[in-house]
């Protein structure tokens, strides 16, 4: 089992940044491909960006590509979603998930994903 527990969120202005995190705990952090999700209210779960168990190959939704920059360390067992010049369409509960599989590019089926954290809300005000 791994648990997953994500923190950052908050309320922020448009242009402004923020920092999210993904605490894991549990089995061994590294053999996963880690994920950030977003979901806003009526609408569906949304990709927004992975990252390879080594940090080494890295995935952004065209959304926010060139805005955001995931991250992680085997070390701390966290993930990251730097994202910066933030936009009112950013606003959403972001999630964290962790998959022994990398899934890029193909619909959002909750049920693929190993483990999902409790969400975070991130509100930007325009």
């Known amino acids: 089992q791994v648990q997953l527990v994500e923190s950052g969120g908050g309320l922020v202005q448009a242009g402004d940044s923020l920092r999210l995190s993904c605490a894991a705990s549990?089995?061994?952090?590294?053999?996963?491909?880690m994920y950030w999700f977003r979901q806003s209210p009526g609408k569906e779960r949304d990709f927004v960006a992975a990252i390879s168990w080594s940090g080494r190959d890295k995935y952004y939704a065209n959304s926010v590509k060139g805005r955001f920059a995931i991250s992680r360390d085997n070390v701390k067992n966290t993930a990251y979603l730097q994202m910066n010049s933030l936009r009112p369409e950013d606003t959403a509960v972001y999630y964290c998930a962790a998959s022994e599989r990398l899934r890029v590019g193909v619909p959002v089926r909750v049920y693929e994903y190993d483990y999902w954290g409790q969400g975070t809300q991130v509100t930007v005000s325009s």
């Open positions: 549990g089995r061994t952090f590294s053999v996963y491909v």
